[in-house]
């Protein structure tokens, strides 16, 4: 009988159910593991949706829901950094983050790109303090699954290449609302800079890798997603969800995609500067 040589010392005919069944194991194995890992990277977003549903359903006594949600998000970066799930230097990238996302938050709100419509006392120009957290969430969940997952990049473009490339991405934010889009400029420009880059990340000890590009989409996607479930549960308000909730346009992905490149290139410019230094 003819014997596959790419597979063990045995009949093919006979030990290729097992064979199959044994990769198929492991690879169950791994994508446990990847989702466990990945679940960790997300404590912090999970914890301001759970609590924007809780705040929608219980009405919470002496303070506006906003405020709620800032002591909430406040409270929460505490108990990671005491309790050692957040580092102080991903602390400091959060703070950055949230800056960063409160500033993009008083100008769209400004122009009417969306609102925050319930009262509250910590509200600056109509726009709630926790808002700045959803943008650090982001920021957080990056810089939680770098640690854990030990992301590794591959062909990183130069320094000169990627700071003007994701400050231009972030100042179209602003620009677009007095000027062109440019946005599908700048994704073209994302391919191009980033088309030869990947992505390398460890789950119980085997590397992988995926494209930086493709990794881009996927994160923006999932963003789009938890904007549906953030809206819908009254985290902020588009134009069209006034009088009821609608799905929010997937237009937006392309947005959530460009702030998701944004945000990578900020942590990984951040993280490979502290390497450097580590190292020198």
């Not at 069944?21 to 679940?39: C, I, M, N, S, T």
């Not at 949600?69 to 406040?74: A, E, G, K, M, T």
């Not at 006392?121 to 969430?137: N, T």
């Not at 819908?232 to 702030?259: C, T």
Request: positive net charge; glycine residues 4%.
């Amino acid at each position: 009988m003819y014997r596959n040589r790419n597979l063990p010392t045995y009949y093919a005919g006979q030990e290729l159910p097992a064979f199959k069944k044994k990769k198929l194991k492991r690879a169950w194995k791994q994508l446990v593991r990847f989702g466990w890992e990945q679940a960790l990277s997300c404590l912090f977003p999970v914890i301001i949706f759970a609590s924007l549903a809780l705040t929608q359903v219980i009405a919470l006594p002496l303070l506006p829901r906003y405020d709620w949600l800032l002591i909430i998000c406040l409270l929460m970066q505490w108990l990671m950094l005491r309790s050692g799930l957040e580092t102080r230097d991903e602390l400091k990238v959060i703070t950055l983050f949230h800056i960063i996302g409160l500033a993009l938050e008083l100008f769209k709100v400004h122009m009417g790109s969306w609102s925050y419509p319930e009262e509250g006392y910590f509200k600056i120009l109509g726009v709630p303090l926790y808002s700045g957290f959803m943008y650090a969430s982001v920021a957080s969940y990056l810089c939680q699954a770098w640690r854990r997952l030990k992301v590794d990049l591959i062909k990183w473009p130069p320094f000169l290449a990627v700071v003007p490339l994701a400050a231009a991405i972030y100042l179209n934010f602003f620009t677009h609302h007095f000027w062109i889009d440019i946005r599908w400029i700048l994704s073209g420009l994302v391919l191009v800079v980033f088309w030869r880059s990947w992505v390398t990340y460890e789950v119980g000890e085997s590397r992988y890798r995926m494209p930086l590009s493709l990794s881009f989409v996927l994160i923006g996607f999932f963003i789009w997603i938890a904007e549906n479930i953030a809206t819908f549960f009254g985290a902020w308000e588009y134009p069209n969800q006034a009088d009821a909730w609608s799905l929010v346009h997937l237009g937006k992905v392309s947005s959530w995609l460009l702030l998701v490149i944004v945000s990578f290139l900020i942590v990984a410019t951040l993280k490979l500067y502290k390497k450097k230094i580590s190292t020198d």
